[in-house]
């Protein structure tokens, strides 16, 4: 088997991604997908925007300035090791073909239109050249299909299994990621994930760091799709890391709009409209109209997320201006959706009506079914407030089944909220409280992701070291970073005017010696904390032990305490990862928190095990706080975070008896702990 060149079969120009955007999101572009994917369209996201940017003119035509994924980290310069070949004259042909057939110069309508243009570029791969050979496979594999997924992901299987006989495992691997984009147009996702984690795999085995970036750039998309906003980022930075190794600055430059996609949808508006604003000078600058048109869109669903309509109206009415002017027909049903999304919420009723039939006419022409959902409740909420209720039940009722059908809890959430809002329009108090209720329990669970998100993503960041985002905790940090710095040195210039400022000196010694004293009781509350959970670690439950064991001495209260740890948890790191591990730590310790009382302390002794100290609790009221938390874990689903995830806990119980010593307190809850371990596990026992 052949392995072949990173640098040369990127050979820096491809670099295009099929753009599928759920109203305000697209997935990653990937080295060798294409853009002539445009006409491709997506079931599985209802309501899905589609728009497209070719990203070729990143490898013509270098931009200064765009160092890659977070601002200054890095400098295009400082990449060294792989330099560009000088190119033959038929590796030239080749790529010019294939640029032209990236960047939309050639007209693709039809499914002969692209199999003429596979024909032509097969004709063209040069002898002897397996990078060029594998790229055309890819294109093969994608372009085979256009119009029928179904179709497409046979012929991709057929395709690997060819490549199989033949031991070509890297060809295996970029056939992989082919196989995946029909698998999620289909509506496969968990299986289009397993075959993206194949191609990874196959990457690493053959050490070919761009199948791996391309892999991680996939299943970002998807994992962000999926509202899986903290993995995708991972994925991203993972990838941007790769693709710089190799010195593909090009496809490293390309994640700044992906990256700044996540950040959107984190919430840190800021840092998003920094990267979109990016993306936007490199688009106008390359004269790209796909790529102005989804920076546009972005830009707008950023405007309508800070409630500002008109803003956002303007946004798409640029997508739809340059849409028009470059004759890209393809855009024009997701900017007429966004368009009319826009103008409901400016209360602007009948243009949203007047642009949702634009849409439609549009969508019949190019033969696509996939906005249904959205437009649906867009329709629905136009009627309403128009004063046309039972149409907009219609509509309401069928945006529901879509979006049931595909678990899109964000868009399900605005639905709810519209259609309550009908409801009450119409006096229906019944239906519109039922309304509201869903919308409430999906807003919450909404926010409550989205808040364990940006706590990961951050931790992720600070801890890789690899980032400085502004927002406002780190910024907070950064503050007092730089303001103990300053400290320090003011304390030194103060140091030198000691014998002349004399007693005004000491005042602001004294002031700076109170500022250390507060910033070190604040770093000692971090010394008292477990780094994952932000439970009491092990030093700190122990000193709460302590104090309560001489609280009760003292008042004859009872005092019980809770050992219990993750049944086979070894398992779960082993099957499904360290990082799945952690989430499932990091999710009971916030479950445990919520089950205890708030006078009850809780905290992790290491690994899986966790301790929890309950005050004026004796023997039986402890275990029945043992039993409730122990069931409740063994109820909690963890489907989605992996599939056929779940976890139980072992739970030991014991009560502390008077004068006893902390050592022999422990010993007994740990027995205790061990004989529910010996007896089956996902169960109580107690030891008196």
Known sequence: ?????????????????????????????????????????????????????????????????????????????????????????EQKVFDELLYKIDSGQIELVTQQDFDKQLEKLEQLIPDGDEDR??????????????????????????????????????????????????????????????????????????????????????????????????????????????????????????????????????????????????SEEVAKKDNLGFGLIRVYLQQGFMEEQRNNPGKAIEKYLAALKVAEGKGIITEMVPIRIALAGGYNLDGQYGKAMQELKLAEEARQKMGNSGYDGMASMYYGVAFSNLEQPEQA???????????LANNNKRYLALLYEGWAKSYERVGNSAKALEKYEKYMALQKELDRQRSDQQTQVLRFEYDSEKTEIENERLQQEQKLKDEQLESLQAARKWQILAIILGSVLTVVLIWFSLRQVANSRKFRLLAHTDSLTGLANR??????????????????????????????????????????????????????????????????????????????ANLDQAIQVAKRLQQEVDLKQYTEIESELNATISVGVTEYKQGEHMDEFLRRVDEALYQAKENGRNRVEYVI
């Not at 490898?59 to 977070?70: C, H, L, R, Y």
């Not at 070919?208 to 970002?220: F, H, N, P, Q, T």
């Not at 479950?591 to 309950?614: C, H, M, P, Q, W």
Request: charged share 25%.
């Open 539 to 616: 030093r700190q439950i122990e000193r709460a032990l302590k104090r309560e064991m001489e609280s009760s001495n003292q008042s004859g209260k009872p005092l019980s305490i809770l050992m219990y740890d993750i049944d086979h948890f070894k398992v779960v790191n082993d099957i499904h990862g360290h990082s799945v591990g952690d989430v499932v730590l990091t999710n009971l310790s916030n479950f445990s928190k919520e089950l205890l009382r708030d006078n009850d302390v809780l905290g992790r002794t290491g690994g899986e095990e966790f301790l929890a100290v309950l005050p004026n």
């Open 133 to 278: 050979r594998l790229t055309y496979v890819y294109y093969q594999c994608l372009l085979s299909s256009i119009y029928d997924p179904q179709r497409g992901t046979q012929i991709a299987n057929d395709m690997i299994s060819s490549a199989k006989g033949r031991d070509e495992r890297l060809e295996e691997g970029i056939l992989y990621l082919c196989l995946a984009n029909y698998e999620d147009r289909t509506g496969n996702t968990p299986e289009a994930l397993l075959n993206i984690e194949k191609a990874i795999d196959i990457g690493k085995e053959v050490n070919d760091k761009i199948l791996m970036a391309d892999g991680y750039v996939s299943r970002c998309g998807i994992r962000s799709l999926l509202g899986e906003n903290d993995f995708a980022l991972k994925d991203c930075i993972q990838a941007e890391e790769l693709y710089r190794e190799e010195g593909v600055l090009e496809a490293s430059d390309g994640l700044i709009f992906d990256i700044g996609i996540i950040f959107r949808r984190l919430g840190f508006l800021e840092r998003a409209e920094k990267y979109f604003n990016r």
């Open 393 to 403: 039940e219609e509509f309401f009722v069928n945006a529901e089944q879509l979006m």
């Open 1 to 89: 088997m052949k392995k072949a060149s990173a640098m040369a079969r990127r050979y820096g120009n491809v670099r295009v991604a099929v753009s599928i955007v759920d109203s305000e999101r697209k997935p990653m572009p990937q080295t060798r997908r294409p853009i002539t994917l445009k006409y491709l369209i997506s079931p599985l996201f209802v309501g899905a925007l589609i728009y497209w940017l070719s990203l070729s003119a990143y490898a013509m035509n270098s931009v200064p300035g765009i160092k890659g994924t977070f601002d200054d980290q890095h400098d295009n310069e400082s990449v060294v090791g792989v330099q560009p070949k000088e190119l033959t004259a």
